[in-house]
């Protein structure tokens, strides 16, 4: 047999997967609403890549969306920069939408595209990543972590104890992860 190639749709998913089989069971109303919601994924990834860029070539962005364009200006004008992987081990690492360190001031932004209200954690675990790869204690750092989303923009300044928290846990669970991975049991 000569299977017929499908070259161009090699690293692409199928909506309708036969690994993710799921969709035998939705009805009309249920295959819609997860449409509509892959489609706004996409469009989130897709808007990711859009300020992502627009702030690589330094381009600011006019007003017509009110989070992306102050989120795309703000990381500009702080000279920020984009997706910088934070990494404390194999176990814990991860990748802020854009971060800057600068004068002894930490700022952490997030694009968030979503309808779903955003949580700080994300951040504030990015904040303690950071401390951790880098060696700062956070009671000598001003942290100043944004949420952009929809026509909201929301600052946050968590407490040094609390990133100290994080950072504890980080290294506590980290080194538990390795413990199990050593011993025989998993």
Not at 8 to 30: R, V
Not at 60 to 82: H, P, Q, W
């Amino acid at each position: 047999m000569i299977y017929n190639k499908h070259s161009d749709l090699y690293g692409k998913h199928a909506f309708l997967s036969p690994s993710n089989y799921h969709w035998l069971n939705y009805n009309e109303q249920k295959l819609e609403a997860r449409y509509v919601a892959a489609m706004a994924a996409q469009r989130g990834t897709d808007l990711h890549s859009l300020a992502h860029e627009a702030i690589r070539l330094g381009v600011k962005l006019s007003k017509g969306n009110l989070a992306l364009s102050t989120y795309v200006n703000d990381a500009i004008g702080y000279k920020m920069t984009c997706e910088q992987t934070l990494y404390y081990s194999d176990n814990c690492f991860g990748t802020p939408d854009t971060i800057s360190f600068r004068r002894g001031k930490l700022r952490i932004h997030d694009l968030k595209t979503g309808i779903v209200h955003a949580s700080e954690r994300q951040l504030e675990v990015y904040a303690a990543l950071f401390c951790l790869e880098y060696g700062i204690n956070p009671f000598d750092i001003e942290i100043e972590l944004r949420i952009y989303q929809r026509d909201e923009i929301r600052i946050f300044e968590p407490s040094p104890e609390f990133i100290v928290e994080i950072m504890d846990k980080i290294v506590m669970f980290d080194q538990q992860i390795e413990e199990m991975r050593m011993s025989d049991r998993f």
